[in-house]
């Protein structure tokens, strides 16, 4: 049975690892290789962007036990940092024993921004506008004749009005549903087509047309429970909600607690090719929505003492177009998934960001976060200075042992065996 539920995976070799992921998601050989290799070849590198010399590689890492609206998923993250995987693994099999993740997403509707200045009469502006509101629509719709034969396109216009020093804007917003896209090329071309119009009809002067990333019309939710018993019991469960108040009441924790959550969701942006920036701007700008910046999860807890904890966000990820058509691993990574709308995918990311802010929590709340992050930081020092596959693992458990995590150290633990050997 198709289960991403695998005791003992971490514990596997690199490529029994990956043979089960083969099998799981069925990968071709080819596939494989790719994922082996982890290239991306340099002729689609230097069409990516501008200026290429080279290559940069990061870990490909699968998250396992996740189980998104009854259905299995294994999880491809790529990340640098140390102990995100297994926390977020970890976190997914707890909340597996209570039914695991629901989740939701919103159509996919992103907004762009047409700024105005200098409009004589604001009102007469506003009426203008919306007395032309359908034609608007339509004409954006004509830029776009495809994304409308597919259901999307233009779906509605609004205006509003900022205040500066310098004076008012009028700022009209286009909301397009983008389908699978994240759709930044085209809702900017949209707004780019129908300037002329809105600088004709308000007789003001247009700058920018340009998407907005707080996209808050394209939100995604996941929620889960973690019962007591399979997280640690009641002294657990308060600790965890200490932790989450902490950072729901002062800024200067929420960030940290916010960028936890980010390093779930962008390990797997990162892996299935999606805009990282456009995501972080967008999430943690939603957060401080209010005018305050606050917590992207909330925990409670339920009558028999049991936690839960959902998150909501603005998603504007995609399985079409961009990265995802031309990069090789980032297909791959679509294809292990088993996702092809970009609703799904923003489920699964939200499922990701709310497990990785559980496993943090519960991290803090109880030996504190340094314990598993430490190890996996010792085995990178280790690796630092020279150790071999075959001596990593000494250097780092006499480090834990001595609680002398640095790179001085490691050299020196490193020195001694292999002098040791020698004599």
Known sequence: MRTSRIPGFYNLPMDERLEIVKEFAGLTDEEVEVLREGKLPREVADHMIENVIGLYSLPFAIATNFLINGKDYLIPMVIEEPSVVAAASNAAKMARDSGGFEAEATDSIMISQIQVVKVPD????????MAEKDKLIAAANEMDPLLTRLGGGARDLEVRVVGTEAGPMLIVHLLVDTLDAMGANTVNTMAEGLAPTIERLTGG??????????????????????????????????GIMWAYRFAKYDPYRAATHNKGIMNGIIAVALATGQDTRALEAGAHSYAARSGKYTTLTNYWVDDNGDLWGSIELPLAVGTVGGVVRVHPIAKIALKILGVERARELAM?????????????????????IQAGHMKLHARNIAMSVGASPSEVDEVVERMIRERKINFERAKQILEEMRSGKKA
């Open 122 to 129: 604001l009102e007469e502006a506003i009426r203008r506008i």
């Open 348 to 368: 699964v990311m939200a499922s990701v960001g709310l497990a990785q802010n559980f496993a943090a929590l519960r991290a803090l709340a109880t030996e504190g």
């Open 205 to 238: 002067k247009v700058y920018l047309r340009i998407i907005s990333n707080l996209a808050d019309r394209r939100l995604a939710r996941a929620k889960a429970k973690f019962s007591k018993a399979a997280i640690g019991g009641e002294e657990v469960v308060e």
